[in-house]
């Protein structure tokens, strides 16, 4: 028993002992199940990771899809604002111009009435003036018998075309 002495020995038969029982108790097919349980557990990790990356990289091109169009359509309502305000500044600008064109022809024909208007009174007061003179030539140059003359035949003419 020499050999106890020897530290070596001893802790290599502690070694082989520990072993045995570690082998006995089935301790390596534990730690055999335990790492094959973790690396499953690992591979559905992995491919669960897998499959929402690839949901992710789906929902992530579907986004930019969806951004692409939801920018084709702003760049068309831009677009069509603009079309919009430049056809009602036309409009405006066509209505403005008819407008103008309406009040020059109606400030025409109000000058053109004015124009007949100061016409009219013109003649009428030429008229007036005209029949006043020859009253006063008439009533200064017509004597009675003269006068009953003219209106006997005047009263001929009216009941001539009376009938």
Do not use: C, W
């Not at 072993?19 to 669960?48: C, H, N, Q, W």
């Not at 009602?88 to 007949?116: F, G, P």
């Not at 003649?123 to 009533?139: G, N, S, T």
């Amino acid at each position: 028993m020499d050999f106890l002495y020897n530290t070596d020995i001893v802790v290599a038969i502690g070694f082989v002992i520990f072993i045995g029982i570690l082998l006995y108790f089935g301790v390596p097919a534990l730690i055999t199940k335990m790492l094959d349980d973790r690396a499953e557990k690992i591979r559905s990790d992995i491919a669960e990771a897998r499959e929402l990356r690839e949901e992710a990289q789906s929902l992530l091109a579907s986004y930019e899809r969806k951004q692409k169009e939801v920018e084709q359509q702003a760049a068309e309502i831009v677009t069509k604002a603009r079309d919009d305000a430049q056809a009602a500044a036309k409009q405006a600008h066509e209505d403005l111009a008819q407008a103008v064109d309406r009040r020059i022809a109606a400030a025409k024909e109000q000058i053109a009435s004015a124009e007949a208007s100061a016409m009219r009174e013109v003649k009428d007061r030429a008229v007036e003036v005209a029949v006043a003179a020859a009253r006063d030539v008439i009533a200064k140059n017509m004597d009675a018998s003269r006068a009953n003359s003219l209106i006997d035949d005047a009263i001929g003419q009216v009941s001539t075309k009376l009938h």
